[in-house]
């Protein structure tokens, strides 16, 4: 669905938001109200930083009766607006929608939707029975890139689909920093899994190809095999600033790229989102110390996969897979699908994708193409995430038109999808899905 920005929301009163958890998802979320305040106004902010809080106060001018440090206090008061953007951590995603939902509320939630099936379904059986709309994040179904190889899906022009085949990449410095030194690194203090803190966009994605045709048998493999101590090379140190000899030529030195080239400040910099900005000098001395930023890559506490490939049966007989690989040179998700008439193949950051028919009747091959050109946005997730605000206001407000394409409803499926992915790496089986069990 193609939302247009100049007319959602127009012809009624703006949307009204509360902010839950004020960290960079839920503020680039929120800030389509600065862009469009005809559409939405955010009216409160629940933010236990009181920096943060502050800060969320003071750009949308709220007072104080609407700032709140407690959900619980939040939640016990008589309902303040039409909706909360939910940009709380993976591991709280759950625990504090429910009383949101209880409270009146619908909800824009960011992904994943939980870091369990249990508590996801949990999530989906009582929106359903209280009949909340709730949206998830998955904002790749909104960008350009996406909408439009989905609409030759959806028109039949390659057929039938036979097989999906999708693969992201996370590039050396981003695994580096929030999958091996950072906030995603381990499992069990972190809540998520590799795969679902980092591919539930791309197993939502084929889910979407797949609308209405369920997957019914998951397997799955992975191995943490590039991080870890013994890879480590020779003479390598602790701390890459302190005690590393060869730090100046190793691609993932922090000082390489969290000083000299400025990459991933919010993750790595304590403050940087209420704005305190440190000198070099003090970053130097930050990494030296007790930063987790600045300990080499192959000594840290990470015991997540960092490569991890999926394989989906589906009830027609069609078949997806989606390879997710840490430590590439270049970030980039690639998708390849395979009909009876024809294939569809091209990267989201390219911006561009062909599709392809059959053609032995061509002078010169056997097959004809063309190239599909689309505009990638300088916003996150090629373009899509204030396309998906723009949506889940008109779901608000309940317009007939809303595509409601990332309800909680159809999200859950490709997370059930990835929780038992999970399961099979880790079993070393193929897990079935019962879904007359499970969307009960």
């Known amino acids: 669905m193609n939302v247009n920005p100049d007319t959602a929301g127009a012809s009624r009163d703006p949307v009204t938001v509360v902010i839950v958890g004020a960290g960079s998802r839920a503020m680039n979320y929120a800030s389509y109200a600065l862009k469009h305040p005809e559409a939405m106004r955010v009216v409160g902010v629940v933010e236990p930083n009181p920096v943060r809080r502050a800060h969320t106060a003071s750009l949308y001018d709220l007072p104080a009766d609407r700032c709140f440090a407690d959900l619980a206090d939040f939640a016990a008061r008589p309902k303040l607006a039409d909706a909360v953007i939910n940009g709380t951590l993976d591991a709280l995603h759950v625990q504090t929608t429910l009383p949101l939902l209880h409270a009146g509320y619908d909800v824009l939630l960011e992904k994943p939707v939980g870091v369990s099936e249990d508590e996801v379904l949990e999530l989906y059986r009582v929106a359903e029975a209280l009949g909340r709309k709730v949206m998830i994040c998955h904002v790749l179904r909104y960008a350009p890139f996406y909408q439009e190889l989905n609409r030759i899906i959806r028109e039949g022009e390659i057929g039938d689909v036979i097989h999906v085949q999708t693969e992201e990449n996370v590039d050396y410095h981003h695994m580096a920093t929030a999958f091996v030194r950072g906030k995603f690194a381990s499992r069990e203090r972190d809540g998520s899994s590799f795969l679902m803190a980092k591919c539930c966009h791309d197993l939502d994605l084929i889910s979407w190809f797949k609308t209405g045709i369920k997957p019914v048998r998951v397997s799955s493999f992975g191995r943490l095999s590039q991080f870890r101590e013994d890879r480590a090379p020779e003479g390598a140190g602790t701390r890459c600033v302190a005690d590393c000899p060869i730090e100046s030529r190793c691609p993932y030195s922090a000082k390489t790229l969290y000083v000299d080239r400025q990459l991933w400040p919010v993750y790595v910099w304590p403050g940087y989102l209420d704005g305190v900005r440190l ?119 309940g317009d007939p038109g809303a595509g409601y394409s990332t309800s909680l409803a159809h999200s859950v499926v490709g997370h059930v999808a990835g929780f038992r992915a999970d399961v099979s790496m880790e079993t070393g089986r193929t897990v079935e899905i019962d879904w007359d069990d499970i969307l009960v």
């Open 279 to 397: 000198s070099d000098e003090e970053k130097l001395a930050s990494l030296v110390g007790d930063n987790r930023f600045g300990r080499c890559v192959w000594r840290c506490d990470n015991d997540i996969v960092d490569h991890q490939v999926v394989q989906f049966d589906f009830e027609d007989g069609s078949t997806a897979s989606h390879s997710l690989v840490g430590g590439a040179a270049k970030a980039c998700r690639t998708v390849h699908i395979t009909g009876t008439k024809g294939e569809i193949y091209g990267e989201l950051e390219e911006g561009s994708f062909v599709v392809r028919y059959p053609d032995p009747w061509q002078e010169e091959g056997v097959y004809t193409e063309r190239k599909v050109m689309l505009e990638v946005s300088g916003e996150m997730h090629g373009g899509g995430d204030h396309r998906l605000v723009e949506d889940f206001l008109l779901v608000v407000g």
